[in-house]
């Protein structure tokens, strides 16, 4: 996703996806009106003109691709069907097919009515005509609806037990280190509650750090959610909240909330820095470079930020700029030398053989156990024998 949109805590789910939204569901079941006024019993009863109007044949095939779409909404789940996946991915584009369609359809099939406006029915198919008008440019223009469909819950979702409370009865920890640690945590909920009562984000977050600190990435995310419930646009608890997310493997849920941090905080560099990282691992190259040009730009003295937008340029076989940027990374920490090693591989490619040697050279001072450089430098090693 590339929008820049900040939605509220209320628009995701557990597992920070974002729901399918109520007027979205409403589209699709409108989108089934032609099916509906030809074998509804309801709609056929209660008669009208308008159920006339739309009870064609001619303009159900459209509503077959709706079905489509609902079928997917209804099977968005984690261990869903990798064709689920697709078809949802491609939900807005054929729903906006399946509307466009059944617009000329219908005004094909009624263009006598629609032409005489003295006709009784005149309004009632030119309000039909209207609304799907009105729906195809929600459909094309809502940045909500683009994101919807372009997020999907994936292998790695699963949900989050939240930790309890020991109970009386309950087995009691075997060591004084364990008992002390279960008091420490366990006073934690309430920290957060007097943290939320008395306004004190920062007191939140920290308690929400000490639980990280400890593995304990449930809790911690929950604290998180529970400060955004209060403090939507505190950056920080979105940033941490993807940095769980990374933890967790789960880089398209990571890239939706670091961004969210970076969209409240826009001079923050190390959201920009991390956002570019997580989108370079995902393969999202274009949105990595500009998120690390926007990291470098905002602290020029941050060799890791020039070490991650130099990742996303050579990702993106734009080998010298990526060669400027490791250059850059150096002169801010000679001792980078992961840096070293990763410029000297960019200059063997380019034939700059003397540059590159002395790179795996100084890779190995660094760190005389380098395997990359280590074995790059066997080229030139076994060169000169």
Same mark, same amino acid.
């Given at each position: 996703?590339?929008?820049?949109?900040?939605?509220?805590?209320?628009?995701?789910?557990?597992?920070? #996806?974002?729901?399918?939204?109520?007027?979205?569901?409403? &589209?699709?079941?409108?989108?089934?009106?032609?099916?509906?006024?030809?074998?509804?019993?309801?709609?056929?009863?209660?008669?009208?003109?308008?159920?006339?109007?739309? /009870?064609?044949?001619?303009? &159900? =095939?459209?509503? *077959?691709?709706?079905?489509?779409?609902?079928?997917? =909404?209804? @099977?968005?789940?984690?261990?869903?069907?990798?064709?689920?996946?697709?078809?949802?991915?491609? /939900?807005?584009?054929? $729903?906006?097919?399946?509307? +466009?369609?059944?617009?000329?359809?219908?005004?094909?099939? @009624?263009?006598?009515?629609?032409?005489? &406006?003295?006709?009784?029915?005149?309004?009632?198919?030119?309000?039909?005509?209207?609304?799907?008008?009105?729906?195809?440019?929600?459909?094309?223009?809502? #940045?909500?609806?683009?994101? *919807?469909?372009?997020?999907?819950?994936?292998?790695?979702?699963?949900?989050?037990?939240? *930790?309890?409370?020991?109970?009386? +009865? %309950?087995?009691?920890?075997?060591?004084?280190?364990?008992?002390?640690?279960?008091?420490?945590?366990?006073?934690?909920?309430?920290?957060?509650?007097?943290?939320?009562?008395?306004?004190?984000?920062?007191?939140?977050?920290?308690?929400?750090?000490?639980?990280?600190?400890?593995? %304990?990435?449930?809790?911690?995310?929950?604290?998180?959610?529970?400060?955004?419930?209060?403090?939507?646009?505190?950056?920080?608890?979105?940033?941490?909240?993807?940095?769980?997310?990374?933890?967790?493997?789960?880089?398209?849920?990571? =890239?939706? $909330?670091?961004?969210?941090?970076?969209?409240?905080?826009?001079?923050?560099?190390?959201?920009?820095?991390?956002?570019?990282?997580?989108?370079?691992?995902?393969?999202?190259?274009?949105?990595?470079?500009?998120?690390?040009?926007?990291?470098? =730009?905002?602290?020029?003295?941050?060799?890791?930020? @020039?070490?991650?937008?130099?990742?996303?340029?050579?990702?993106?076989?734009?080998?010298?700029?990526?060669?400027?940027?490791?250059?850059?990374?150096?002169?801010?920490?000679?001792? @980078? +030398?992961?840096?070293?090693?990763?410029? +000297?591989?960019?200059?063997?490619?380019?034939?700059?053989?003397?540059?590159?040697?002395?790179?795996?050279?100084?890779?190995?001072?660094?760190?005389?156990?380098?395997?990359?450089?280590?074995?790059?430098?066997?080229?030139?090693?076994?060169?000169?024998?």
């Amino acid at each position: 996703m590339s929008s820049n949109t900040i939605y509220s805590p209320h628009r995701y789910d557990k597992h920070f #996806r974002l729901k399918t939204p109520f007027l979205l569901l409403l &589209v699709m079941l409108y989108g089934l009106r032609h099916v509906a006024a030809l074998w509804s019993p309801g709609l056929q009863f209660s008669g009208g003109e308008w159920v006339k109007l739309l /009870g064609d044949w001619r303009l &159900v =095939a459209p509503d *077959v691709l709706v079905v489509l779409v609902l079928l997917a =909404a209804g @099977h968005r789940v984690a261990n869903a069907h990798r064709y689920m996946r697709q078809l949802w991915h491609m /939900g807005r584009v054929l $729903l906006l097919v399946a509307y +466009g369609t059944s617009a000329l359809l219908f005004m094909g099939i @009624h263009r006598k009515l629609l032409l005489s &406006v003295s006709d009784a029915n005149f309004v009632l198919a030119a309000a039909t005509l209207v609304l799907d008008a009105v729906i195809i440019f929600y459909l094309a223009r809502s #940045r909500l609806l683009q994101d *919807v469909f372009a997020d999907f819950p994936d292998e790695t979702d699963s949900v989050v037990s939240k *930790v309890l409370p020991p109970q009386s +009865g %309950d087995v009691k920890p075997d060591s004084l280190a364990e008992q002390l640690q279960t008091e420490v945590m366990a006073g934690s909920s309430a920290l957060v509650m007097a943290a939320l009562a008395a306004k004190n984000p920062e007191q939140a977050m920290d308690v929400a750090a000490r639980y990280a600190a400890n593995n %304990d990435t449930g809790e911690a995310e929950q604290t998180y959610r529970r400060l955004l419930e209060t403090w939507p646009g505190f950056a920080p608890a979105w940033h941490e909240l993807g940095l769980l997310a990374v933890r967790a493997n789960k880089l398209s849920q990571a =890239a939706v $909330l670091v961004r969210q941090a970076a969209n409240l905080d826009g001079e923050n560099a190390l959201y920009q820095r991390n956002m570019g990282e997580i989108f370079r691992r995902l393969g999202r190259l274009a949105e990595a470079i500009h998120a690390g040009q926007a990291a470098t =730009a905002l602290k020029p003295d941050d060799a890791d930020a @020039h070490f991650n937008l130099a990742l996303a340029l050579a990702d993106a076989r734009r080998t010298t700029e990526a060669i400027d940027s490791y250059r850059a990374t150096l002169h801010l920490n000679v001792a @980078h +030398g992961q840096a070293w090693s990763n410029i +000297g591989v960019l200059l063997r490619q380019q034939g700059t053989h003397a540059a590159a040697k002395f790179a795996f050279e100084q890779a190995l001072i660094v760190n005389p156990r380098h395997a990359e450089a280590l074995s790059n430098i066997k080229f030139y090693t076994q060169k000169n024998e």
